[in-house]
């Protein structure tokens, strides 16, 4: 098994088992990103009380909604992506190598290469996810109305109790698929991957970052005496602040590509938007630069918290991937008894 399709397996459980622990921080985060009603903006709510007013309005599982595309899009997504960095990885190493012999550089991948390797393989990512993020974007927008108890039934018009209690129609994946389709054809499934391209600079600035900090780290364990490994809370606080660096610097295109994707039902055409470009425009026109960082103290620890998690179960997993490899070659060179 090659060391690209370790890391991308590994790289896929990290991301499962990441989104399953913090997906109804990201469902929220989706909602506070996507809010355009400015009454509802006037009073503001915070993560925690936000998550108890869907549980209360809408059911446990809004929290949940889109889960099942968002998995298949977490494993595709990082198993994609971890595939691809290791790829163009080992060639940047062997290409610093090959400098190295040259008389060129020390033999190691600079900051600048781990960051175009990062792009490269944060590219080649997006175009074959965005459609499948897309779909879990809108699911995780989809709201459910909640029946009128029999106090709030007193306080309103036979027509409104009527309305407010008709079930919504089912909303699932291929709904979801037939409605993106509707409204834009095949290429409506990559709505919003311009702004999702240019964010392949989060995971750039990530790993860049990531990389920098286990390779100084590793450095200073090699240096002393004792053990030279690095813990798995160490790769996990490492992780945690790649991913807030990262989080922080590139948030603001993070909004615009949920705006986007967004299933597009207000009649206020201040909220209709035609590209990235109209979208930033109108954004910072009706709303300021605070509609650019909507939600950010919960996308914050979500992805932070996320991102540790990946780092340390994707490391684990290699780990015990190649001492499983390791044995079984070992086993096999063993002479057999007689």
Request: with cysteine.
């Amino acid at each position: 098994m090659s060391d690209a399709l370790i890391n991308g397996l590994a790289g896929a459980g990290g991301g499962i088992i990441a989104q399953l622990i913090t997906y109804p921080l990201q469902t929220v985060n989706t909602r506070q990103q996507t809010e355009r009603d400015p009454k509802k903006e006037k009073r503001k709510v915070g993560t925690l009380e936000q998550m108890c007013q869907v549980v209360k309005h809408e059911g446990w599982e809004r929290l949940y909604g889109g889960l099942a595309p968002s998995l298949v899009g977490t494993a595709t997504s990082q198993g994609v992506y971890y595939y691809f960095y290791q790829i163009f990885r080992n060639k940047a190493e062997s290409t610093a190598l090959e400098r190295k012999r040259n008389g060129i550089g020390d033999g190691s991948v600079g900051m600048l290469s781990s960051l175009v390797v990062a792009a490269l393989a944060g590219c080649v990512n997006v175009l074959l996810t965005n459609p499948i993020w897309l779909v879990v974007t809108r699911m995780q927008t989809h709201t459910k109305k909640s029946q009128p108890n029999r106090k709030d039934a007193d306080s309103l018009s036979s027509e409104d109790v009527i309305l407010t209690a008709m079930e919504p129609p089912p909303f699932g994946t291929s709904h979801v698929i037939q409605e993106v389709y509707g409204e834009g054809g095949v290429l409506g499934f990559w709505r919003g991957v311009f702004p999702t391209m240019i964010m392949v600079s989060n995971p750039s600035i990530q790993f860049m970052l990531y990389e920098t900090l286990l390779k100084k780290l590793k450095k200073r364990r090699s240096s002393s005496k004792g053990n030279n490994g690095v813990t798995a809370y160490e790769i996990f606080l490492l992780g945690a602040l790649a991913k807030l660096g990262a989080t922080v610097v590139t948030y603001p295109l993070l909004v615009v590509k949920s705006r986007l994707q967004a299933k597009q039902i207000t009649v206020d055409k201040r909220q209709q938007y035609r590209g990235t470009l109209d979208a930033i425009m109108k954004m910072i026109r009706y709303e300021g630069f605070y509609g650019f960082y909507k939600g950010m103290s919960t996308k914050i620890v979500q992805s932070v918290l996320a991102a540790a998690v990946l780092f340390m179960v994707k490391e684990e997993l290699v780990k015990g991937s190649r001492w499983l490899l390791t044995r079984g070659v070992v086993d096999s060179v063993k002479p057999k008894p007689r």
